[in-house]
């Protein structure tokens, strides 16, 4: 199937969002291999030397106190438990993303759903944690999976011409 040309603004938001959610899975995708060969301790270390200058300026400053404190507890497992994580959450996405850039029907419900668990999942990680990113993301989210239902409906209303079989049309029937 060939993908037409966006239309419109919506159609350009789909494709910008759903790019954004590829370059999103390559980047889990790294940071989980990186997870699996990189110590808790090197991590904790690695956050101590990034935040120590801002911490000499405002000890109270949140973000750097913020990712301190979310470092120092690491262990073997939480690292691991992470990395799977997003080594799978990326490769999923990745898939999915690709299909949906080659107009792959199937694709569409399959990543309605991954997104629907997503933020499923992130509401409730809200109700213990909120957070201004996490709600940026959900709400992201939402929204992505949104222009792919319209994108979905759109693409079953008008479905691609398939490409004639090798030797129709040339005047040798049955």
Do not use: C
């Not at 969002?17 to 808790?40: F, N, R, Y």
């Not at 029907?105 to 997104?115: K, R, S």
């Amino acid at each position: 199937m060939s993908r037409p040309k966006p239309t419109d603004l919506l159609d350009r938001t789909f494709e910008v969002g759903i790019t954004l959610k590829g370059l999103d899975g390559v980047l889990e995708v790294v940071g989980g291999l990186l997870l699996l060969v990189v110590s808790p301790a090197t991590i904790n270390q690695l956050v101590r030397s990034l935040t120590q200058h801002e911490l000499l300026q405002d000890p109270h400053d949140f973000i750097a106190t913020h990712l301190l404190n979310a470092t120092s507890g690491l262990t073997g497992s939480s690292v691991r438990f992470g990395a799977i994580y997003l080594l799978l959450h990326g490769v999923v996405k990745i898939v999915l993303v690709a299909a949906l850039l080659r107009d792959q029907l199937w694709a569409y419900p399959w990543m309605i759903v991954f997104l629907g668990v997503f933020i499923a999942y992130q509401v409730y990680r809200m109700t213990f944690a909120p957070s201004v990113g996490l709600v940026a993301l959900t709400v992201f989210d939402v929204f992505v999976a949104w222009l792919t239902y319209r994108e979905y409906r759109k693409q079953q209303s008008h479905p691609a011409v398939p490409p004639p079989l090798a030797g129709e049309g040339q005047g040798g029937g049955p």
